[in-house]
């Protein structure tokens, strides 16, 4: 909380994003719980806290980057003076979700007042307060205003992607060239691969004719633009499930716990299912301060959730368990970094696939190769990955590996971080 009793809101970095505050917002509204609130209505007034980052917009001097307040004014209004609901704590939580439709949107505070309640005693103002991010998410749907909805949705999306993304169009799907019309969310069709992006063999073991990521092909008579600055399609769902691989690596607290429980969190996790978890291994710290041991683990998985929502799942997780972020590499309670999306190969300012570390990394590929010995690391500095697991230059520093880890204690694991005397294997563990 700041000095104002206003949630500061962080980034992934655990940076304080920037806020745009547009307070007053004034409707007639009909929400209520009684009859003569909805047949006279009263005033409503909202306060809305936007917490994004604002320097690409700065940077570029352009509103395509933001939010625009004059917008954001009109589709606060809108719900306010929309819809009747019983409770201004529904009005707020759409509210919130129709700021949070927004991508540059990160997190958004909500206060509805109602001056005029009916309250039998005096009052000054009684006031809903909320604070929604991608974390937790609105109780509610994103507002589209009756009249506007068939020409213009109001919650329009401000295309945030800085790299083009592999998709494959459905059979037919119109491709048009890029002096065509930019929709507010398209499509980037294969064939046009940035630098950044291109395509990748097959993921895991399937090689190059394993299974390729289909995200959702473009609607019939959507117009697509080609080289342009779109949507990011990494906010795509996919049409099928893809298969991803996570690595998991906890140093702080009890170590074994957590990533048992990390590994409930994300099968219990909609759009996720588990499919395999690999053996335990634990692996000096690489990179960062001096601090002690980690424990790693890999789980193989399929989503139907596309690859931000992915991450957002895995953040919250991350989160859950008491993550902090101060310095780079520092020791954590958790961190989960998809290694694999399907094929998808991807670099963006958030998330960039496969994770470009794996390939490096023998905490990541020894447990990796245990649990698919025949896995293939697509994309740059990839391969077979038992074999880049042998050559990784910290291969040394994996100490052991536990099998029975998510239903035994392993008792070489002890204390608050997990730590153990150098070399000491736990009693089902393989020497590595
Ligand atoms: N494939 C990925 N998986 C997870 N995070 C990613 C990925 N690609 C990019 N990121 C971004 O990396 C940021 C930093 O993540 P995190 O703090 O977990 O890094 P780290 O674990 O300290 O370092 P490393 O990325 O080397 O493992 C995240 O906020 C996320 O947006
Ligand atoms: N052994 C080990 N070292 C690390 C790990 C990790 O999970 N295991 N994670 C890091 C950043 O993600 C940095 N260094």
Do not use: C
């Not at 540059?104 to 009052?123: C, E, G, L, T, Y």
């Not at 008579?221 to 990494?234: F, I, M, P, R, W």
């Not at 996720?272 to 789980?299: C, F, I, K, W």
């Not at 697509?378 to 038992?386: A, D, I, K, M, R």
Request: glycine fraction near 8%; aromatic fraction near 4%; charge should be negative.
């Amino acid at each position: 909380m700041n000095d104002e009793g206003r949630q500061d809101a962080l980034d992934t970095s655990g940076r304080r994003l920037d806020q745009i505050r547009l307070t007053g917002i004034t409707a007639l509204g009909y929400h209520g719980v009684f009859e003569h609130e909805r047949r006279e209505g009263q005033t409503f007034v909202a306060d809305v806290v936007v917490h994004l980052d604002t320097r690409r917009a700065a940077a570029r001097d352009d509103l395509a980057h933001t939010l625009n307040y004059g917008e954001l004014a009109e589709q606060v209004a809108a719900v306010l003076s929309g819809e009747p609901v019983e409770l201004i704590e529904t009005v707020a939580e759409r509210i919130a979700a129709t700021v949070l439709a927004s991508g540059v949107v990160q997190a958004v505070d909500v206060a509805v007042h109602k001056p005029n309640a009916p309250i039998q005693v005096p009052f000054g103002d009684v006031v809903v307060a909320i604070h929604r991010d991608r974390s937790k998410l609105p109780a509610a749907e994103p507002y589209v205003a009756r009249v506007a909805q068939e020409a213009q949705p109001v919650s329009r999306p401000v295309p945030t992607s800085t790299a083009t993304f592999p998709v494959t169009p459905a059979p037919g799907a119109p491709v048009v060239p890029a002096s065509g019309p930019a929709p507010a969310a398209s499509l980037v069709p294969s064939g046009a691969w940035s630098d950044a992006v291109a395509p990748a063999p097959g993921a895991f073991s399937g090689g190059p004719d394993g299974p390729s990521t289909e995200l959702e092909p473009v609607p019939a008579g959507e117009a697509v633009v080609v080289g342009e600055l779109v949507t990011d399609s990494l906010d795509q769902e996919p049409q099928e499930p893809v298969e991803v691989v996570l690595a998991l690596g906890a140093n702080l607290g009890p170590a074994q716990d957590t990533l048992r429980d990390a590994v409930t969190d994300l099968a219990r996790t909609p759009g996720v299912e588990v499919r395999d978890v690999s053996a335990l291994a634990r692996t000096s710290a690489v990179g960062g301060p001096e601090q002690s041991d980690y424990l790693n683990t890999v789980v193989l998985a399929t989503t139907t959730l596309s690859p931000r929502a992915l991450l957002r799942a895995t953040q919250a997780i991350e989160n859950a368990h008491g993550r902090e972020r101060h310095e780079r590499w520092g020791p954590r309670t958790l961190d989960i970094d998809i290694v694999l999306y399907g094929s998808v190969l991807a670099v963006t300012d958030d998330l960039e696939l496969p994770h470009p570390r794996a390939h490096e990394r023998a905490f990541v590929l020894q447990p990796w190769a245990q649990v698919d010995p025949d896995a293939i690391l697509p994309g740059l500095g990839g391969g077979p990955v038992g074999a880049l697991a042998a050559t990784a230059p910290d291969r040394d520093g994996v100490r052991w590996l536990a099998l029975d880890w998510l239903t035994t204690a392993i008792p070489a694991v002890s204390g608050d971080t997990g730590a153990v005397p150098a070399g000491q294997p736990g009693p089902e563990a393989q020497d590595t």
